[in-house]
């Protein structure tokens, strides 16, 4: 009986002193994430689309028909590569931030800065044939390469004793550079058409992102994160080099889906 009631004891005294976290004041932590290229296309990974195409009497001349001539169920992959971590990665971040807390509603704006690891090349061939005298072939290599990316965000939700669950939403900025290098040929009917074309663009893109996630505070001035973000950089505009089509004006979209596990420290 005296083990019981010292056990409820020292489990009230626990809770009185863990359950009354407070969430206010500044803070600084690390964090490390793993970042996945949010759209991808059955060609090479990336996500990018072609505008402004002028649309020739032959059908098969522009590479959306190419890709859109062919369901996604009639491509076949052949070929694959990949070097560095052209569409994922894992990386490492710093942050800082400052929260306001009144009852269990906590209020706060962080910066933080990061290397999301996202960086490489990707080759891809791909066939297609929908069995009626028309068969298509398309090889591409693209490179994305994302440098360190700068975040500011206001952050908000409910304290549940040491838990601390939470919204974000912000701004974000990154360098971005993007190369993709596109050749199809297409047979319909006994005749041939082909496609070539050379892209590239870098540039600082601004843009946009939300998260959710939840912190412990396992001691006083300490927690540990798990969070979930889409980051949103918008479309950098490329360069045609060499391009069969002159009207070409292709874009890239650039957006991320990032998981963290950080630690901070309060003081």
């Known amino acids: 009986m ?113 290397n999301p690891g996202i960086g490489g090349d990707a080759i891809s061939m791909m066939v297609a044939d929908d069995l009626s005298g028309s068969a298509a072939i398309m090889l591409s290599e693209t490179s994305l390469d994302i440098g360190a990316l700068q975040v500011l965000r206001v952050r908000g939700g409910r304290a549940i004793g040491p838990l601390l669950l939470f919204a974000s939403a912000g701004a974000a900025r990154a360098e971005v550079s993007f190369a993709s290098l596109v050749l199809s040929q297409v047979v319909r009917d006994g005749s041939t058409a082909e496609f070539l074309g050379d892209f590239y663009g870098k540039d600082d893109l601004v843009g946009w992102t939300v998260g959710i996630g939840a912190e412990y505070a396992f001691a006083q001035n300490m927690s540990v994160k798990l969070e979930y973000q889409h980051v949103d950089l918008g479309s950098l505009d490329l360069e045609v080099c060499v391009c069969t089509d002159p009207t070409a004006s292709p874009t890239a979209d650039i957006s991320l889906n990032t998981v963290k596990l950080g630690l901070s420290s309060r003081f």
């Open 2 to 114: 005296r083990i019981w009631l010292l056990t409820a004891a020292l489990a009230m005294a626990w809770s009185s002193t863990v359950f009354a976290r407070d969430w206010s004041g500044f803070y600084f932590g690390s964090y490390i994430t793993y970042s996945d290229y949010a759209g991808s296309d059955s060609a090479s990974g990336f996500d990018y689309s072609f505008s402004d195409w002028d649309v020739d009497p032959d059908p098969f001349v522009t590479p959306q028909d190419v890709l859109s001539g062919f369901g996604a169920s009639d491509w076949m992959v052949v070929m694959e590569a990949e070097s560095g971590n052209p569409d994922h990665g894992v990386g490492y971040g710093f942050q800082l931030g400052w929260n306001w807390q009144s009852g269990m509603w906590v209020l706060g704006v962080e910066a933080d800065i990061s």
